[in-house]
């Protein structure tokens, strides 16, 4: 079960990718749902990939799949 934070950021993934076809940064992502701390979106992927929803691609910039 994801959190309505949680749910917002893979949304903005989701959309981003559809839209650009290629995956935001962590800079990006923090920009797109209005915050400021990149740590805090790390988490937010950390918990994402926990439930499955994405995976990161190690040693790359853009690396959610």
Do not use: C
Not at 11 to 16: A, K, N, P, T
Not at 18 to 28: K, L, V
Request: aromatic share 6%.
């Amino acid at each position: 079960m994801l959190t309505r934070a949680q749910q917002s950021v893979l949304l903005f993934i989701e959309d981003f990718i559809r839209r650009n076809s290629y995956a935001p940064t962590n800079a990006e992502i923090a920009a797109g749902i209005g915050i400021r701390s990149r740590g805090v979106v790390h988490r937010y992927l950390k918990a994402l990939v926990d439930a499955h929803r994405i995976e990161l691609v190690p040693q790359r910039k853009r690396n959610i799949r």
